[in-house]
């Protein structure tokens, strides 16, 4: 499998096919694949203070930053509470907000089969896996792009900033 440079994704589709193309290898990865709470905790460790917004460019590059760093292992499970983002800053806090939430989330799933009770594929998080995460990602930019927020408060996707990728986030942790 062939990753593109990031430098070379500058559109949402060019991004949608590398987390399609992200996907198909994490599934060959099998159990071997990192977790969703171990990569948002790379890309947190990694996103520098006071970057400009990312634009597709950077979103890729800091995506596969993330994927290629040493493992940061699971995060300490906690509920989400995540502030709004407007800043590299800002986002740093929400990928840590997200991954204390996947925990959670994780923990939970755990916890509900270790008694007999059914945990279905996640709590709040629509996937327990990282390629599910990525392939809801994808799907939700393939529903939204190039349309209109569907809410007053919902940034739009394009340009690429700080606060439409927590939003992008926000929504692939739900959708399905």
Same mark, same amino acid.
């Given at each position: 499998m062939t990753i593109p440079a990031p430098h070379t994704i500058t559109t949402g589709r060019q991004f949608r096919a590398l987390l399609r193309l992200l996907v198909e290898h994490l599934d060959g990865l099998g159990p071997? #694949?990192?977790? =969703?709470?171990?990569? &948002?905790?790379?890309?947190?460790? *990694?996103?520098?203070?006071? #970057?400009?917004?990312?634009?597709?460019?950077? &979103?890729? $590059?800091?995506?596969?930053?993330?994927? *290629?760093?040493?493992?940061?292992?699971?995060?300490?499970?906690?509920?989400? $509470?995540?502030?709004? =983002?407007? !800043? @590299? !800053?800002?986002?740093?806090?929400? &990928?840590?907000? /997200?991954? #204390?939430?996947?925990?959670?989330?994780?923990?939970?799933?755990?916890?509900?089969?270790?008694? +007999?009770?059914?945990?279905?594929?996640? +709590?709040?998080?629509?996937?327990?896996? /990282?390629? +599910?995460? /990525?392939? @809801?990602?994808?799907?939700? &930019? $393939?529903? @939204?792009?190039?349309?209109?927020?569907?809410?007053?408060? =919902?940034?739009?996707?394009?340009? %690429? !900033?700080?606060?439409? %990728? #927590?939003?992008?986030?926000?929504?692939?942790? =739900?959708?399905?």
């Amino acid at each position: 499998m062939t990753i593109p440079a990031p430098h070379t994704i500058t559109t949402g589709r060019q991004f949608r096919a590398l987390l399609r193309l992200l996907v198909e290898h994490l599934d060959g990865l099998g159990p071997d #694949a990192p977790q =969703v709470d171990d990569l &948002l905790q790379r890309w947190a460790a *990694a996103l520098p203070d006071g #970057a400009p917004d990312p634009g597709w460019p950077g &979103l890729a $590059d800091q995506l596969l930053g993330a994927l *290629a760093a040493p493992a940061h292992g699971p995060a300490e499970p906690a509920p989400l $509470d995540g502030p709004p =983002v407007a !800043t @590299s !800053t800002e986002l740093r806090l929400l &990928l840590a907000a /997200l991954a #204390a939430d996947f925990a959670r989330d994780r923990a939970w799933r755990a916890d509900r089969r270790a008694r +007999g009770q059914w945990a279905g594929d996640g +709590g709040g998080w629509a996937s327990a896996s /990282l390629a +599910g995460f /990525l392939e @809801s990602w994808e799907s939700w &930019l $393939d529903d @939204s792009l190039h349309r209109p927020p569907a809410f007053p408060d =919902v940034p739009p996707i394009e340009p %690429v !900033t700080w606060a439409s %990728v #927590a939003w992008q986030l926000g929504a692939a942790r =739900v959708y399905e």
